[in-house]
């Protein structure tokens, strides 16, 4: 992967924390500076996905019910009750 040489301004007392907490982790602070900007990108690539502004459509046929969901309730009840009384 290509590496870009690149200027910022950041806070004096928030660099050194930063190059401290990297020195800490026993990472670059290159390194540790990208993969903070690769979780930023991600994020924001998830968030544009929930927002809908990708088409995110599942493509699936309706399954039918084979029980109502009243018996289906009602046979995981009786079942849990049973095994509850030792029956």
């Excluded at 903070?36 to 502004?53: H, T």
């Excluded at 289906?72 to 849990?80: G, N």
Aim: aromatic share 6%; net charge negative; no cysteine.
């Amino acid at each position: 992967m290509a590496k870009v040489k690149t200027s910022i301004y950041v806070d004096k007392e928030l660099w050194e924390k930063f190059k401290l907490h990297a020195t800490r982790r026993r990472i670059e602070v290159s390194s540790l500076l990208e993969e903070l900007i690769q979780d930023e990108v991600a994020e924001a690539l998830l968030d544009k996905s929930y927002l809908g502004e990708e088409d995110n459509t599942l493509d699936f046929e309706p399954v039918e019910a084979k029980d109502s969901i009243s018996d289906l309730v009602r046979l995981a009840r009786d079942d849990r009750a049973n095994r509850i009384h030792g029956q």
